[in-house]
């Protein structure tokens, strides 16, 4: 990360986990974003879409979980399902409805100012809602997975509160400084390449590894070769690590309504249980992440939604939208980040 913020931003990131932004959004646009998602119907839950046909990621929990999941794809969406429902009245993924109007008004009060790299690739939004009946979401990081296949150690979390998050309400989000443990990523985008490079139908016409061309089975593979297992042991022992040795080490923020923070999704967080019976928690979520030279195409869809469209231009202070996603292959080679 300290490649992507600049060096006063980068040290407030890596000793507190969070970087204080001091902007907030105006309460028309939060409101009108709250507006937006009420129209979602009751239960909307995306998060168990990114358990199908995914390995790795309920390797997590252990192979035997895993191998459970993929030969029982039924009974594992159920499962994943009621998981999720305890913990989130609605969790939708990938609209894109408010990054570009957020992003503008951010870059119109200077947001640009956090950032070395120039180019960040606005990848997908999120809304979040939970009650207070709901269970707050435990110590975790948000591995990479295959339904995005471009992710990175250093994502970047433009995390805003659609209602205070603060010690009467609850709901604030907790995160273990990197300073205290970090979560190993990048190596996987090295692993994609050149586990997918050596076939030449992998790859597009710019020679760049395009994960829309890659089978399933070629997927499958590649999750059951050695040094992919070998990484997911490693998360799974750095993951036992932050339960087990640094829960007392996560650090919390109070967060007002509207109030932008970023952080690390990749980095171990955690919620505080919600307290308030009369309203709901809501958080409206951007992820993004930097640009490597790592000859990885972006993925189009998520889920049946374009995401990846997005390209945050740091240095002339814009935000460009695409009608498909950001083709790496035309950023140039010095304004890529060395992996």
């Not at 207070?132 to 995390?159: M, Q, V």
């Amino acid at each position: 990360m300290h490649n992507i913020l600049k060096e006063n931003y980068f040290n407030e990131y890596y000793s507190s986990g969070f970087v204080e932004t001091n902007l907030s959004l105006p309460d028309e646009l939060v409101d009108e974003i709250k507006q937006h998602y009420l129209t979602k119907a009751e239960g909307h839950n995306d998060f168990p879409k990114f358990f199908v046909n995914n390995e790795h990621q309920v390797y997590m929990e252990g192979r035997a979980l895993g191998l459970f999941f993929n030969t029982f794809p039924n009974i594992a969406k159920k499962m994943v399902k009621k998981l999720y429902d305890k913990t989130y009245r609605k969790a939708v993924y990938g609209e894109q409805a408010y990054i570009e109007k957020v992003l503008k008004y951010l870059l119109k009060n200077d947001f640009q100012r956090f950032f070395k790299t120039r180019y960040i690739v606005a990848s997908y939004d999120m809304y979040l809602r939970n009650d207070y009946l709901r269970s707050a979401a435990g110590i975790h990081t948000d591995f990479p997975n295959f339904h995005h296949f471009y992710e990175t150690e250093n994502d970047i979390t433009i995390y805003i509160p659609l209602v205070d998050l603060d010690d009467k309400n609850g709901g604030r989000i907790r995160v273990l400084p990197e300073s205290k443990l970090k979560v190993p990523g990048n190596i996987l985008l090295k692993f994609l390449y050149q586990y997918f490079s050596v076939d030449s139908s992998n790859l597009d016409e710019d020679g760049y590894v395009d994960p829309d061309k890659i089978s399933p089975e070629a997927t499958a593979a590649f999750a059951r070769s050695k040094p992919h297992q070998d990484l997911m042991n490693l998360y799974k022992s750095v993951i036992g690590l932050a339960k087990s040795h640094y829960a007392d080490d996560f650090l919390m923020t109070t967060e007002t309504k509207g109030k932008v923070l970023l952080w690390n999704n990749k980095n171990f967080h955690a919620a505080e249980r919600w307290k308030n019976e009369q309203i709901d928690r809501e958080v409206y979520v951007i992820r993004m992440f930097p640009i490597y030279d790592i000859n990885i195409k972006l993925k189009r869809n998520l889920h049946g939604n374009l995401f990846n469209n997005f390209l945050l231009d740091t240095e002339k202070g814009e935000i460009h939208r695409y009608d498909h996603q950001i083709d790496l292959s035309q950023i140039p080679a010095e304004a890529k980040l060395e992996l």
